[in-house]
């Protein structure tokens, strides 16, 4: 699945690359995640529940900085598993604007999801998955925008 | 051709062509079946398996110790375990082999990768979550087309560096050359591109089992919902080492089996190796959605067939190339000489001078597989190619369906008639089927209505199809399945006081074996078919039988059952001449009683014979009555029939009703209409299914997208129309009851009436085929693009 956006967050550009690759503040964005472990400064773990429908799972995702150009650019992948189920993730995202603010922000993703997960939820995952992608970024924007 | 024959029994003796109830349903509708969910023993514990998330992955850890620290668990079994006693891997039914649980590659979605052992079922389901296993995604081959390519990834390295691709088999039958020829001679030749859908026989029931070794005394008692209780038993026999004897195989009610309980899942060995290894029963049961997504399928066959034809709608020849999605192995359930079943039954029940039909088979990253889903080895899939394109025939040569198919029907003086791919049939009239199912359906005023309707814009559509079953495997000289013979058996044993248990080598699943066996009893010997107790399913007690699939058990068993009453019905004819002082050659055998010929007050009664066979019979003769017979029938039965179907399509949902269905079946002589009836229902909405609403689609990932009744659609009783039977009575020559056996026609035949109909519905708007299932998106998308809806 495809999936890609623009957001716009009024932040200074090295703010938000910053706050992007910083695991524990990023990961407090994300829906669902219950820990965030540093391994290096590409590898982290991360520990999530995801719900889609009546299907719940928990998942370890391994993430990986695949590449990094400051403040510009970056692409992490990500694989994840729970019973029964197997996610696979590449995120590209690129970072534009007046060095002061605002910045914008395109991103892309390319997921497969595998296993239970997308064999019972395959009708919903779009929409759910869309729903925890706009969470995410709205959590971000606040929260930098906010100081954070 | 009547409707019925009339029975030459009473009412109380119930033999051939009474509706007796069925004895079985008592017990049933009380809920007090056994199915294998009811077998409990002491000391059982559960079994849950771990499953692959991914389609193709190779295995680079599996860490259990979090599930085996976890409270009631026994034991975690892993592919790793296994193949230290080499049962890593099983043969399949089809000469392939197939994965127990893997080593290092999982190869479908939802594959077995580890198996937990556990005290209760809820403790076994909690610990199977923390199995935890490290995967490597490999590259997913889902579409078998694309399998076959040069570049494809080989799927089964295992096969050796000789069969470095993923092509399992070709297999041929009838004449390349003069079916080239003949088509090259035709004034025309009319192509189809048919793809018979993934499917799965989704019977309530699903599959398990209890394995109960018994350490002590060396004895696996292995209960199984098992549509072949022998085969069974032979195969772990010879895989586990375990002497014959010491194996037995019981099978309890089956709630359904339609050929997917034929197969040996890797779920039934696991549960004997944790029971050999535990020394306690252990207990398996999938759930729905792993018997969706992991049993084996039915059909996926993509079909390019092409008819020969003459201006005036003569069918010259057909040639047919097929492609067939096995999965990941041939876990098919055929007889081994034949690895497409009996798809070259193609030409059907038309005269076609010259037919040459191909098959190769592919592997895929998906479930191995695939089973006759109620229909005798891939006859679903011959019928609906050839249904379907006798339709495209008869538009593009501009002649009615129903009257194309009346000139080209083999005719009843034919028979038997062999086909151009070696098939005998034994006996049909297809012309007065199909003219009873049009004047039941009122064909005409039907084609009257459809183009006043058009003419307003309304879609209605109508659909035939006449087939020809191909059933009863099968003469043991072409028949087998790893190599046994499929003969099927039968022992009677008629007691002191006149009733009688008759054990069987076949399986019963809903049929109702215990009532039409029993009435074969009752024909033959008189003896009423209320004291007859039939018994199938315990290996221990039950002759040797090839089991239950294919239509085969009125046909092969039954053949059995009626002979081996005459074999007791000749011994009683010589305690009736002891009795009555005179010669066997002077008695005659009417209405069970032998009387003496000439003088019809001196007859003594199969009652009064047997309680003689006890306390008195001649010196000399042995005791008892009872007599076992091993048949193996001359030739295969041909059921037919012709359907013809009525649909209305909503306009702005695409959505399909069927408003009429009307199936004609001939099924040779009929043991209990009532039953027939019941078969032919169920049959048809097992038709009905396919044709409107289930297929079991797989997404590039080869992630099952259909693995719970929300996505894989089954009819109710609400989208079920009211079914409108009727018969024609043509006996099999060589059977001797002269049935055929009824089992899947209506599920064969109902397909191809309800996709005829749909295109015909759609057929002014230039539509001219269309694949199943027909659900209301598919049509709408060709409703839209017509610039209709």
């Known amino acids: 699945m495809q999936f890609q956006g623009t957001v716009e967050i009024n932040a200074p550009r090295d703010r938000v690359w910053a706050f992007l690759m910083d695991p524990d503040r990023v990961g407090s964005c994300g829906p669902g995640v219950e820990s965030i472990e540093v391994v290096d400064a590409e590898h982290f773990k991360a520990r999530a529940k995801v719900g889609i429908g009546f299907i719940s799972a928990r998942f370890n995702v391994d993430m990986t900085i695949a590449e990094r150009t400051e403040p510009e650019r970056a692409v992490i992948k990500a694989h994840g598993q729970a019973p029964g ?39 919903m995952i779009e929409g759910t998955a869309n729903k925890m992608i706009g969470q995410t970024f709205d959590c971000i924007r606040t929260k930098l925008e906010a100081g954070g | 051709m009547t409707e019925a024959q009339a029975p030459t029994t009473t009412a109380e003796v119930a033999g051939m062509g009474h509706s007796m109830k069925r004895k079985e349903d008592p017990r049933f509708i009380r809920g007090q079946g056994e199915y294998i969910e009811d077998v409990v023993l002491p000391n059982m514990v559960w079994m849950d398996i771990v499953r692959s998330p991914y389609a193709h992955a190779t295995i680079k850890s599996i860490d259990a110790s979090e599930a085996l620290a976890m409270p009631g668990v026994l034991a975690v079994i892993t592919g790793k375990d296994l193949e230290k006693a080499g049962l890593h891997w099983m043969p399949t039914l089809a000469g392939d082999k197939q994965m127990v649980l893997p080593v290092d590659t999982v190869m479908y979605q939802a594959q077995e990768v580890a198996a937990v052992i556990a005290e209760t079922r809820y403790q076994a389901a909690d610990a199977i979550q923390a199995v935890y296993v490290d995967y490597e995604p490999l590259p997913v081959v889902v579409d078998p087309f694309k399998a076959l390519e040069p570049d494809a990834p080989v799927l089964r390295p295992d096969r050796g560096p000789e069969k470095a691709n993923n092509h399992i088999w070709h297999w041929e039958s009838g004449d390349r050359a003069a079916t080239d020829a003949a088509l090259a001679a035709s004034d025309r030749v009319v192509p189809i591109d048919v793809y018979i859908p993934r499917i799965h026989v989704a019977s309530i029931e699903t599959c398990g089992c209890v394995a109960d070794f018994d350490p002590v005394r060396g004895h696996l008692d292995f209960h199984v919902t098992s549509q072949a209780a022998h085969v069974y038993r032979t195969v772990i026999s010879l895989v586990s080492g375990i002497p014959e004897s010491s194996i037995r195989v019981k099978t309890h009610d089956i709630g359904g089996g339609f050929g997917g309980k034929v197969p040996v899942y890797p779920g039934y060995v696991i549960s004997i190796v944790a029971s050999l290894t535990l020394g306690r029963p252990v207990k398996w049961i999938e759930d729905r959605s792993e018997n969706l997504q992991a049993d084996s399928f039915a059909r996926d066959y993509h079909v390019h067939a092409e008819l020969g034809l003459q201006n005036d709608g003569t069918i010259t020849g057909l040639r047919v190339k097929t492609l067939a999605d096995h999965g990941y192995s041939d876990a ?146 072409t028949f087998d399945i790893i190599g046994i013979k499929m003969f099927d058996s039968a022992e009677l044993r008629v007691h002191p006081t006149g009733s009688a248990i008759l054990r069987l080598g076949v399986q019963s699943q809903g049929q109702g074996h215990e009532t039409t066996f029993a009435q074969i009893v009752a024909e033959e010997l008189g003896i009423p078919a209320s004291k007859v107790k039939v018994e199938e399913g315990d290996t221990d007690t039950a002759p040797y039988g090839l089991g239950t699939y294919a239509s085969r058990s009125t046909p092969v068993a039954g053949a059995a059952t009626a002979v081996v009453s005459r074999k007791i019905r000749e011994k009683a004819r010589h305690l009736a001449a002891h009795l009555l002082e005179c010669s066997a050659d002077d008695l005659e055998w009417t209405n069970g009683k032998w009387s003496v010929r000439g003088s019809p007050d001196r007859f003594k009664t199969i009652a009064e014979l047997a309680f003689a066979a006890y306390t008195n019979h001649p010196q000399g003769m042995e005791a008892g009555l009872e007599a076992v017979d091993y048949y193996d029938p001359p030739n295969l039965t041909f059921p037919f029939g012709s359907y013809v179907c009525v649909v209305d399509i909503d306009k702005g949902t695409g959505q399909v009703s069927v408003r009429r269905f009307v199936a004609v079946d001939d099924c040779g002589n009929i043991i209990n209409p009532m039953i027939v009836d019941g078969q032919i229902h169920g049959g048809l909405t097992m038709g009905l299914a396919p044709s409107l609403y289930e297929e079991i689609p797989y997404d590039e990932n080869g992630n099952n997208l259909a693995g719970t009744f929300m996505d894989y659609l089954l009819p109710t009783a609400l989208e079920t129309p009211a079914w409108e039977t009727a018969k024609t009575i043509t006996p099999s020559p060589h059977h001797p009851l002269g049935a055929k056996g009824v089992g899947e026609s209506a599920t064969v035949g109902a397909p191809p009436a309800i996709a005829n109909a749909v295109v015909d519905a759609l057929s002014h708007l230039g539509v001219t085929h269309m694949d199943i299932p027909l659900t209301p998106h598919k049509v709408w998308r060709v409703l839209h693009e017509k610039g209709v809806a």
Request: hydrophobic letters at 40%; aromatic letters at 10%; one cysteine or more.
């Open chain 2, 332 to 477: 098919a359930a055929d007889p081994s000489k034949f690895p497409a079943g009996l798809f070259n039954v193609i030409t059907g029940s038309y005269d076609i001078p010259q037919a040459f039909v191909e098959v190769d088979a592919a592997y895929t990253n998906k479930p191995p597989g695939g089973v006759a889903y109620r229909c005798s080895f891939r006859v679903t899939e011959a019928v609906h190619t050839i249904e379907r394109l006798v339709d495209e025939a008869a538009r593009v040569v501009g002649m009615d369906p129903a009257a194309f198919r009346m000139k080209n029907f083999i005719r009843k003086d034919q028979f038997p008639y062999h086909t151009p791919t070696g098939w005998d049939y034994d006996s049909g009239d297809y012309h007065t089927a199909l003219r009873k199912a049009l004047d039941l359906i009122g064909y005409d005023e039907l084609r009257k209505e459809q183009a006043e309707k058009r003419a307003r814009g309304e879609l209605m559509g109508i659909g035939i199809s006449s087939f020809t079953e191909i059933v009863g495997a099968g003469p043991s000289h």
């Open chain 1, 85 to 123: 189920s197997a996610v696979d993730a590449t995120a590209n995202m690129a970072l534009s604007g007046p060095g002061e603010g605002p910045t914008t922000m395109d991103w892309s993703a390319d997921v497969t999801i595998s296993g239970t997960l997308a064999s019972v939820g395959a009708r």
